[in-house]
């Protein structure tokens, strides 16, 4: 069955160190990967998908199908990183988000 | 990317009403989405809302519960029916345009608080 995990529902680190949220995925077909974001009192929003293979705010996430992973990290977080951070798989013939549960980054000052 | 309104953003019910909420995109979409997030969880997706005809519900989610509407490419609507205090969530829509490569873009949600 199709299915996303994010093993940490809370990483609290301090400005300027490396980040890295897991992302593991679960899925029969060829994946296509995201990340979604959601800033306080904003709505969700896309912040990378593993297609583009581009760095958004500093922000990089690589597909490994032999770990079927698909981290985030950010080599020196800033305290405007802190929000919610979705990993989420889309079904190739449906367009389906699976979202993982969710890891909430503090960073603090 | 796609504006996109919800309305209410915000609502108390009462237990065995039936709250409606709206989704209105700035332009024509293929896909519509409809997912709930329960307090302290991820998204689930609801449904799809399928132009001129019924919706796809997902596993656990059925249509005298949750019927949808989608009467055009810019509209849709959810109805949560018969409430009780379990439906107390944040209700999302989500819209994916042609040309967004499987990007869905979110509206601004519809917390529901059921007394």
Known sequence: ?109 | SAVISQKPSRDICQRGTSLTIQCQVDSQVTMMFWYRQQPGQSLTLIATANQGSEATYESGFVIDKFPISRPNLTFSTLTVSNLSPEDSSIYLCSVEREDSYNEQFFGPGTRLTVL
């Open chain 1, 1 to 109: 069955a199709q299915r996303v995990t994010q093993p940490e529902k809370l990483l609290s680190v301090f400005k300027g160190a490396p980040v890295e949220l897991k992302c593991n995925y679960s899925y029969s077909g060829s994946p296509e990967l995201f990340w979604y974001v959601q800033y306080s009192r904003q709505r969700l929003q896309l912040l990378l998908r593993h297609i583009s293979r581009e760095s958004i705010k500093g922000f990089t996430a690589d597909l490994n199908k032999g770990e079927t992973s698909f981290h985030l990290k950010k080599p020196f977080a800033q305290e405007e990183d802190s929000a919610m951070y979705y990993c989420a798989l889309s079904e190739s013939n449906t367009g389906k988000l699976i979202f993982g549960q969710g890891t909430t980054l503090q960073v603090k000052p």
